[in-house]
């Protein structure tokens, strides 16, 4: 036997023992065994050699040599993503953020990189709940998602699994971005509550702590607000694409019901975190994600029931958020804009769930006192009284709905004394359309209906009805105070017009 062979046996001898090592996890011999190899094999193998060497290291903890060897293993071999992955994994378990960040960057610039190993590096950031693993998760995420749009705008008819031989769609990547984004939602969210308990707790500390705290609590809000924010972008470029692709070439040609399962999940999620922003007071996010929620689900191809009602509840929300950033920035005139043209979607889904006879009286009453505000801020007092009439023939609309709207119209700038009588009309009907009327609430409308009659005959007819409702009732059914009001009040009119010589109309006051 030559010389050269019997070397290259050795060589393969020492090289296999080590292998084997490292499949049996004794990474301690396979250490000394791989680091004899590496001293005597040829320059053609090094690289692989010094890579196997940085995952022994890895395995015991060893994470400077393990570094050190990834080094090695660029020199003989440059921009390969197996060590690039290795060093990502170093510096994912080191904490090292921007390392990691940049790590991912050259991996896309590797020679051999292919798809996968993004994914993997989304499921290693994953594995860990750490929050600080969040950001490269999502850096991950967004590299493989241009990726896959890039390849799928490129040929649209060309399947996605490529020379790697790793299928993704867009759906598998965007899922997981949501995913993703929901966490780092509820991390924030979890750390602003942690540090709003702080500050209650501590309420009675020096104003310069409390002054710290509340610059804290600021810059957490701000940080929900960005993520609310993110989420919201991701679940809009859901939309987007599965408008451009159609519901197979967002998702892939898998079964019908999973891909109509996934979009009602991506509107769920919207909806969700619709329902956090407005919680959270960020009324902007929350107009933004409801209307996506309720995009999501019109492109169900066949609604049922109850996703109807979502895509309804949903463009309700939207114009209740719209009116809620209307009212903090009364300049901002597109939020009124958003908020007429949701209700307006709103009461189409209504008129497709009343085609299937299903109706729901809370949601259309909430729709009717969201048009009565819309009609508010847009100053426009027909419109109110029209609503305010609507609303008190509605069976689903109660007494306290019909008071708010009297509140609604004296409250300036925008006061209207003839909706307010609307309002308190309707609000009168209410209260005695059951069986037992809260006679002290019934008492409060006659008083303030009295006040604002604009004419006599507006007065008597008032008088009159207060007249019969206190002739049915039991002594002492009705406030004694409000009774000696109502009296008091009638004989003021009736010796006003005495004492101007208008006999007839004292008359009439008199009587009652």
């Known amino acids: 036997m030559k010389d050269e062979d019997l070397s290259y046996r050795l060589r393969e001898a020492l090289y296999n023992h080590a292998a084997g090592k490292f499949r049996g996890k004794d990474f301690q011999a396979a250490v000394k065994f791989f680091a004899a190899t590496l001293e005597v094999c040829e320059e053609r193998v090094k690289g692989r050699v010094a890579r196997a060497l940085a995952v022994c290291h ?6 400077s040599q393990s570094l050190s060897y990834c080094g090695i293993a660029e020199a003989y071999e440059p921009g390969r993503i197996a060590t690039s992955f290795i060093r990502f994994k170093l510096l994912l378990s080191q904490g090292d953020q921007a390392g990691v960040l940049a790590e991912l960057q050259h991996m896309a610039r590797c020679s051999d990189f292919c798809h996968h190993m993004l994914w993997i590096a989304v499921k290693e950031s994953n594995a860990s709940s750490h929050p600080s693993n969040i950001p490269i998760a999502k850096a991950a995420l967004q590299q493989l998602l241009a990726l896959v749009q890039a390849r799928r705008d490129g040929d649209a008819s060309a399947e996605l699994g490529s020379e790697d031989g790793f299928a993704l769609t867009e759906a598998d990547v965007l899922k997981t ?22 500050a209650e707790a501590a309420g009675s500390t020096l104003l310069p702590d409390q002054q710290q705290q509340q610059a804290e609590l600021q810059q957490l809000q701000a940080s929900v607000e960005a993520c609310i924010s993110g989420l919201s972008e991701v679940l809009n470029t859901a939309l987007q694409r599965l408008r451009r692709l159609g519901l197979e070439g967002f998702a892939g040609a898998g079964e019908e019901g999973s891909v109509l399962q996934l979009v009602e999940w991506l509107s769920t999620s919207s909806y969700n975190a619709g329902v956090v922003a407005s919680l959270m007071d960020d009324y902007q996010g929350s107009a933004v994600l409801m209307h996506t929620s309720a995009q999501l689900m019109a492109l169900l191809p066949s609604q049922e029931p109850k996703q109807l009602k979502l895509q309804k509840t949903a463009y309700a929300l939207a114009a209740a958020a719209g009116l809620q950033v209307h009212e903090a920035m009364p300049q901002h005139a597109g939020s009124l804009k958003l908020a007429s043209k949701m209700l307006a979607s709103s009461a189409a889904v209504t008129a497709k769930l009343g085609q299937a006879a299903i109706s729901d009286m809370g949601a259309e009453a909430y729709d009717l006192q969201l048009h009565f505000r819309i009609a508010l801020y847009q100053n426009n007092a027909s419109e109110m009284v029209a609503v305010a009439g609507r609303m008190a023939e509605h069976p689903g609309v109660g007494h306290e709905y019909m008071f708010k709207l009297y509140e609604w119209s004296c409250k300036p700038p925008n006061t209207h004394p003839e909706v307010a009588v609307a309002a308190l009309e309707g609000c009168l009907r209410k209260l005695m359309a059951v069986p037992q009327p809260n006679y002290g609430r019934v008492a409060l409308v006659l008083r303030l209906l009295i006040q604002r009659a604009s004419s006599d005959a507006a007065k008597l007819h008032l008088y009159r009805e207060a007249c019969g409702i206190l002739s049915t009732l039991q002594p002492g059914a009705y406030p004694a105070q409000e009774a000696a009001w109502l009296v008091g009040d009638a004989w003021r009119c009736g010796s006003m017009h005495a004492r101007f010589g208008r006999h007839s109309q004292a008359a009439a006051f008199m009587e009652v």
């Open 58 to 63: 890895l395995g015991l903890g060893q994470l």
């Open 177 to 198: 971005m949501v995913k993703v984004h929901q966490q780092e939602l509820d991390d924030s969210m979890q750390r602003k509550a942690a540090a709003a308990e702080a």
